[in-house]
């Protein structure tokens, strides 16, 4: 993917770094991001709209990949951030972001995040809940503020992966139950607080999507509730947030549209759900995450022991496993793998291959075709970037690797390796 390239002997190189000199330099297991494809993403969410002259707000979902370098990343494209919590509030302004480029979403946010989210001045909290209302309108009362918000809507519409499917009462915990009518009744009770600035909705119908389909039939759920508040509240919502979700290619099994052109069809389709009731299309907001960084990412391991059954399956072990990147263990996800040195050589055999915690689902992945493999080889797991780091634990007190940014035959430390110092930081001795 993105800079990705394989030298003359046979090496993976990235952003014009060549593994081994990452690894000599920062040690493994070291998670790798490639900048160019990184910005690259960003880019591709922001061209369609801008082709159309249309506004347009692509919010990078942080929960995907949250630290200081990345939302810097994610700033300098000119991208808001979708925040959830206020850990990743505070690495928000730490990296220096103008809080009136955040928008907050989050189903329990707590009295203490909303009233940081207020006292800095997030540019937008998406409300998902009567309790909220009523806790953020007496907070910005308090202060004596006002601020713009959204409504998180359930439109009973469901993605799972690459297909979606229609829910008469969507099971969920997140936002206002649109088949109910909570959405009305939760615009009446924030109608009663002036506080509240209601400039539109938002829904986010899955992840790891990979068509339009969805979106189509959750736009024309939406677009329908648009008219309606206009008519029976002369309520004109001008902003939309349609959420994340577009997915990406972990194996050859996985065939996303591209997002540009996905992009592009959700304007269309939006575009057209507007029409159909007789509107014009609001402000169009997204929220990706995994799309912008799942594939610019590499973990780079060395290979350790091997334990070969006899007519049953082989393991290979490496240095890291279900602490750095749990998505198998949790989600029974699936990678792809290769020998970082060895890129030129054929596989010549299919191995399991497993992480170093004591537990038996710690694996990284059941079927990888490789080249016959010995320990200190370097292994490198493609596609890693969303989700791995930001789910990462320390179970077994194994420290969290490195991640570094790499560009132009350049490397730089977006995350430093954790020490064992690091895990005993907040132990008591008993005295
Ligand atoms: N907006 C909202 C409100 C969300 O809940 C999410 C993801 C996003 C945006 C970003 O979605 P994305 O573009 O990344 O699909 N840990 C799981 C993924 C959980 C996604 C949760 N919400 C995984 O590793 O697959």
């Known amino acids: 993917y993105g800079t990705s390239k394989i030298t003359e002997n046979g090496e993976l190189s990235i952003g014009g770094c060549p593994v081994s000199q990452l690894t000599e330099t920062y040690g493994t297991p070291l998670y790798v991001y490639d900048e160019d494809f990184i910005r690259e993403q960003m880019r591709a969410y922001k061209r369609p709209f801008e082709r159309a002259h249309l506004p347009h707000r692509i919010a990078y979902a942080c929960k995907a990949f949250c630290t200081i370098g990345m939302c810097q990343l994610a700033d300098s494209e000119g991208l808001w951030l979708d925040i959830v919590s206020e850990g ?6 730490r990296a220096g972001i103008h809080p009136s480029h955040m928008c ?3 189903n329990n946010k707590s ?11 997030v540019g937008l909290i998406v409300v998902d809940n009567f309790y909220e209302i009523d806790l953020l309108a007496s907070i910005l009362h308090e202060q004596n503020r006002s601020m713009d918000i959204l409504l998180r809507v359930a439109p009973g519409v469901e993605a799972h992966t690459h297909e979606f499917i229609s829910t008469g009462q969507q099971d969920s915990k997140f936002g206002f139950d649109l088949k109910s009518g909570q959405v009305q009744q939760a615009v009446k009770q924030v109608k009663e607080h002036k506080e509240l600035q209601l400039v539109g909705l938002h829904s986010h119908i899955g992840s790891q999507i990979f068509d339009v389909e969805g979106f189509r039939l959750a ?12 008519q029976n509240y002369e309520l004109h919502l001008h902003v939309l947030n349609l959420g994340g979700g577009l997915g990406v290619r972990y194996t050859e099994e996985d065939t996303p ?20 009731h007789g509107m014009d299309l609001p402000l169009l907001m997204l929220e990706p995450g995994r799309s912008i960084v799942a594939q610019a990412g590499t973990t780079l391991y060395t290979v350790g022991s091997r334990k070969e059954i006899p007519h049953v399956r082989t393991y290979v072990a490496v240095d890291g496993g279900m602490t750095d990147n749990p998505r198998l263990a949790l ?11 060895r890129m030129h050589e054929q596989p010549t055999e299919s191995i399991a291959i497993a992480g170093k915690c004591c537990e038996s689902g710690d694996m990284l992945i059941w079927d990888a075709p490789l080249p016959q493999s010995h320990p200190g080889d370097l292994l490198a797991i493609t596609c890693t970037g969303a989700y791995n780091y930001s789910m990462a634990s320390h179970y077994n007190r194994i420290p969290n690797p490195a991640a570094i940014l790499v560009k132009d035959g350049t490397a730089r430390t977006i995350v430093k390796r954790e020490t064992v ?7 008591v001795r008993l005295e």
């Open 88 to 93: 990743e509030l505070y690495t928000a302004i």
């Open 257 to 276: 549209t591209p997002i540009e052109t996905l992009t592009e069809e959700l304007i269309a389709v939006t575009k057209e759900a507007f029409l159909t």
């Open 219 to 230: 736009a024309h759920r939406l677009a329908e509730q648009y008219a309606w508040l206009l």
């Open 104 to 106: 907050m979403n989050g």
């Open 331 to 341: 989600y029974g996800a699936k990678y792809e793998a290769a020998l970082a040195m």
């Open 421 to 427: 110092e690091d895990l005993c930081r907040f132990d």
């Open 111 to 121: 009295d203490h995040e909303l009233r940081y989210a207020v006292e800095v001045g």
